[in-house]
T-cell receptor
Framework: AQKVTQAQTEISVVEKEDVTLDCVYE???????LFWYKQPPSGELVFLIR??????QNEISGRYSWNFQKSTSSFNFTITASQVVDSAVYFC?????????????FGTGTSLTVIP | KAGVTQTPRYLIKTRGQQVTLSCSPI?????VSWYQQTPGQGLQFLFE???????NKGNFPGRFSGRQFSNSRSEMNVSTLELGDSALYLC?????????????FGEGSRLTVL
């Protein structure tokens, strides 16, 4: 069963528009961690943000902001005033601690193209 | 500080062959995990290693195996290759099993099976 769903496969926006990438996760665990990663055309995934299940505070970092809502099991990512450099594939991920280590679940990714 | 290094970067194999991929984590990182990335499937978790022990495994057949050495370097092996094994294989390291848990990824090994 898919634990992380990113329903948007591809999004195109014109530069300076705002864009929100959706992420819905599924778990019955009370302790879990959510992440967003960016994969630019060069290929290497870059960590953007982490949230644990006990911290529902939204976060803003420059043009990036994240909205974590346990009630809807969502962890959405908004880019304000998008730029061409934001063009990449973005992955939402869920880490579930287990007795022995961790299980990781990634969404299928959202490919964002920012058109100049 | 050197990042996660994966070798080889590209390789081509034929069906039935086997392949071994290598991953050197960031210095000081003790946990290594592996992922298969294919178009439309995103990243799928293969396994996680810590202290030379496999800690968790994803839903992959037994043809996929791995190991971790005492210096935290890791290898994964795929035997009896199938066409569907063509993918980008990513390795990620993190400081340890618990804690903040950010993964630091390598550039990947792109495997093509003909």
């Amino acid at each position: 069963a898919q634990k992380v769903t990113q329903a948007q496969t591809e999004i195109s926006v014109v530069e300076k528009e705002d864009v929100t990438l959706d992420c819905v996760y599924e778990t019955r665990d009370t302790t879990y961690y959510l992440f967003w990663y960016k994969q630019p055309p060069s290929g290497e995934l870059v960590f953007l943000i982490r949230r644990n299940s006990f911290d529902e505070q939204n976060e803003i970092s420059g043009r990036y902001s994240w909205n974590f809502q346990k009630s809807t099991s969502s962890f959405n990512f908004t880019i304000t005033a998008s730029q061409v450099v934001d063009s990449a594939v973005y992955f939402c991920a869920l880490r579930l601690p287990t007795l022995t280590g961790n299980q990781f679940y990634f969404g299928t990714g959202t490919s964002l193209t920012v058109i100049p | 500080k050197a990042g996660v290094t994966q070798t080889p970067r590209y390789l081509i194999k034929t069906r039935g062959q086997q392949v071994t991929l290598s991953c050197s984590p960031i210095s000081g990182h003790r946990s290594v995990s592996w992922y298969q990335q294919t178009p439309g499937q995103g990243l799928q978790f293969l396994f996680e290693y810590f202290s030379e022990t496999q800690r968790n495994k994803g839903n992959f057949p037994g043809r996929f195996s791995g190991r971790q050495f005492s210096n935290s370097r890791s290898e994964m092996n795929v035997s009896t290759l199938e066409l569907g094994d063509s993918a980008l294989y990513l390795c990620a390291s993190s400081l340890d099993l618990r804690g903040t848990g950010e993964l630091f990824f390598g550039e990947g090994s792109r495997l093509t099976v003909l």
